[in-house]
């Protein structure tokens, strides 16, 4: 599913067009008891379908539109937690309104952990040798999605304002233990700075 035909569509045998966000209804949950709604900003803009509508007809629920799937859901799960409302029409307009509905109380049980706290905190420790990959998505390209938008790759990033490139960035001591200096070439790659 995808709301336009990329490099990755371009290799798929089947491509469902979706919404983009601001075309589609949806719901979230970020932390237990805060419930969010999303609703569409603009009409869609082209012969799209959001996927929850999509996997809903493949389903075999073809009486039913996603904003339909969601209001029942809420009707169903959410307006029974929540205390003054008798009518659930108020109590959707409200939320639709405000974006959000927050129980007053947190739904469910409490979780616990019973294993070796040292074994945990191990596990998550810095290797013994070597040194440590960290990836994180830039700024302007994020996850790779804007990656067919040339604008996105000319973004200098915040920090180190390189743009049109990645970047390889250790410590300075770290460099200078390699033998790393400006105009170093590694892999093929030119150290640029230090």
Known sequence: MSDREDETAQLCDYVCPDHHYLESWGDA????????????????????????????????????????????????????????????????????????????????????????????????????????????EKAGLGNGTGGNNPWLHELPDPITKVSLDNYFAVLPAYAEKMGWRQGTVIEGKLVIRR
Do not use: C, H
Not at 51 to 68: C, I, P, Q, V
Not at 111 to 126: D, L
């Open 29 to 136: 949950e970020a932390y237990k008891g805060s419930f969010s709604l999303m609703q569409p900003t603009i009409r869609p803009l082209f012969n799209t379908r959001q996927a929850g509508e999509s996997l809903l007809k493949w389903s075999g629920n073809t009486e039913m539109d996603f904003y339909t799937y969601v209001r029942n859901t809420w009707s169903a799960s959410v307006f029974p937690i929540q205390n003054g409302m008798s009518s659930f029409d108020a109590f959707w307009n409200q939320s639709l309104r405000n974006g959000i509905f927050e129980a007053s109380f947190v739904i469910g049980g409490s979780s616990s952990f019973s294993g070796n706290v040292a074994a945990a905190s191990e596990a998550t420790a810095k290797p013994a040798s070597g040194i440590e990959l960290v990836i994180y």
